[in-house]
């Protein structure tokens, strides 16, 4: 119903759209600016793994960092290109946003997860 209703104003945006927009707005603002809990962050203190879950969390951000740059790649080529799929249709835009939202996320959790470890160990 609410494809229609644009459709009939020949604007380009479908109920994905709405839902994955603001999620992503989210996602982006919560990655820059992340202290909305009053008790402190997670960037506040140190991540320490084990050597096996340090590789395994460097091969899951490389491969979401790869999705995100795929996913924005895509939505900045074709940002009206509108996708069909099984669940629903969604405009390449989404696709950009999502894929920023993804690529700062994961950038800011490598950096929390690798740089401040390194940063640690060097210090004791």
């Given at each position: 119903m609410i494809d229609r209703f644009f459709e009939f104003f020949n604007i380009p945006i479908v109920t994905l759209d709405l839902i994955f927009l603001p999620v992503s707005a989210f996602l982006i603002y919560f990655s820059v600016k992340p202290n909305l809990l009053r008790g402190g962050f997670v960037s506040d203190n140190i991540i320490n793994y084990s050597t096996k879950k340090l590789c395994l969390?460097?091969?899951?951000v490389l491969s979401i960092l790869v999705l995100s740059s795929v996913l924005m790649y895509?939505?900045?080529?074709?940002?009206?290109?509108?996708?069909?799929?099984?669940?629903?249709?969604?405009?390449?835009?989404?696709?950009?946003?999502?894929?920023?939202?993804?690529?700062?996320?994961?950038?800011?959790?490598?950096?929390?997860?690798?740089?401040?470890?390194?940063?640690?160990?060097?210090?004791?």
């Open positions: 969390a460097v091969l899951i895509i939505g900045f080529n074709e940002p009206l290109l509108l996708m069909d799929g099984n669940r629903g249709k969604l405009h390449g835009y989404s696709l950009l946003f999502l894929g920023l939202a993804l690529f700062t996320l994961f950038s800011r959790f490598g950096y929390l997860a690798l740089y401040k470890r390194y940063n640690s160990k060097k210090r004791t």
